[in-house]
């Protein structure tokens, strides 16, 4: 009797979604297919694979792996890279359509759909994304100008890197009564913590380089639906535009998949624990985290996930007392990007595609696998080097 694997649990799905069949000596794990072409008997049909751009038996399993762990009815599609994905799922907005998108978001959406908008492709609107009167007064306004699939709502929550929570299947039903195509990125929670498809949301979106892969080795995208149609669609576009992936980034983001509930659940309580403390921290203004009772989207992120996340950001006196504690980490390792088993530290606005109302002094945690008593230790000691300096001694 065939595994039903939508009786698994998600941390059971990281683990047992996308193996090879129970053939006797057959592999374990799904193995790397390095080919560009495939043999042809006979003239080709529909789902044949034909030439490695449309298709690799190594996308297989982490797609069906993927797909299974969001809950979704089809596998999902892996893409060369994050912001690949978030190209194709741009696509589905049609010439002189429409974007609404949260403000503060990865920067990569973000520029991108404002150089598309530049382009004039769509309308770009940019929102609170966690304002929920202000982001369906503008779905309002929209559904007089544009018919039904002219529309695209952008969520992201909670948001990077200032952590707000947006009333997912609100925005979602809000959207969906004007036509409008929802697409959430789950990229940080991944499906461990929320499973945006079970709020109504159409597409979600992946950087498989961050918490799915989890190890800072591999650049890929991804996006999942239940929507055959839309399926069809980002597969032309991925084929048609050549955002595939290597064979060997998905095997390695497959394995890195295997123990994605281990690392989440390791994350989330160091964050949290890091989180309460840095709030009692004299040299830190402000402490960003759903999971703080005191945060503005803490009652939103307990009704609405499972969990947390793994990314905490503060904000620090000044500039100079953020960079500092960015020089002082000796164990944090100040770089860009997030969801390793590394811990990372970057003071956003040293990004230049990063929007101005992101505070200068704003500095992200994003938390890997270490002991917590290790990385606070580094914290302290940082951050006192930091207030130090600006104070006048150290």
Do not use: C
Request: no cysteine.
């Amino acid at each position: 009797m065939a595994l039903e694997l939508t009786d698994l649990a998600p941390d059971t799905l990281t683990v047992a979604a996308g193996r090879p069949p129970r053939e006797h000596d057959s592999p374990v794990n799904a193995p790397i297919v390095l080919s560009t072409t495939y043999h042809e008997t006979r003239a080709p049909e529909a789902g044949d694979r034909i030439y490695a751009r449309g298709s690799n038996p190594t996308w297989d399993p982490f797609e069906e792996a993927l797909g299974a762990l969001e809950g979704a009815d089809l596998p999902a599609l892996v893409f060369g890279s994050g912001l690949g994905a978030a190209a194709a799922a741009l696509s589905l907005v049609p010439t002189g359509g429409a974007v609404v998108m949260p403000r503060h978001a990865y920067a990569g959406s973000i520029s991108l759909a404002a150089d598309l908008a530049a382009q004039g492709r769509f309308e770009l609107h940019a929102v609170d994304i966690a304002d929920t009167a202000a982001v369906l007064a503008l779905l309002d306004a929209l559904a007089g100008r544009f018919d039904a699939g002219q529309v695209m709502l952008w969520l992201e929550s909670p948001t990077n890197p200032m952590l707000e929570v947006a009333e997912l299947s609100v925005l979602t039903d809000a959207a969906h009564a004007i036509g409008a195509v929802v697409v959430a990125d789950n990229t940080f929670n991944t499906p461990i913590v929320h499973r945006p498809l079970e709020a109504g949301v159409d597409v979600v979106l992946h950087s498989v380089t961050k918490w799915l892969a989890g190890h800072s080795d591999v650049v890929l995208g991804a996006l999942v639906t239940s929507e055959a149609d839309l399926r069809a669609r980002l597969l032309a576009h991925r084929t048609l535009h050549g955002a595939i992936a290597g064979p060997f980034e998905v095997w390695l983001a497959l394995r890195g998949l295997r123990t994605l509930a281990l690392r989440m659940e390791r994350s989330q309580s160091t964050a949290a624990s890091l989180a309460h403390r840095l709030a009692d921290h004299p040299a830190v203004r402000r402490v960003r985290y759903p999971g703080l009772p005191t945060d503005p989207g803490h009652e939103r992120a307990a009704a609405q996930f499972n969990g947390f996340g793994g990314i905490v950001s503060i904000e620090l006196e000044d500039v100079a007392t953020a960079d500092a504690l960015v020089s002082a980490v000796q164990l944090w390792l100040p770089a860009t990007s997030l969801g390793g088993v590394e811990s990372l530290v970057e003071r956003r606005r040293r990004q230049p595609a990063e929007p101005v109302t992101v505070p200068e002094s704003l500095v992200r945690l994003s938390v890997g696998i270490e002991n917590p008593d290790d990385l606070w230790a580094d914290l302290e000691q940082a951050l006192r080097r930091a207030a130090g300096r600006r104070d006048g001694g150290l």
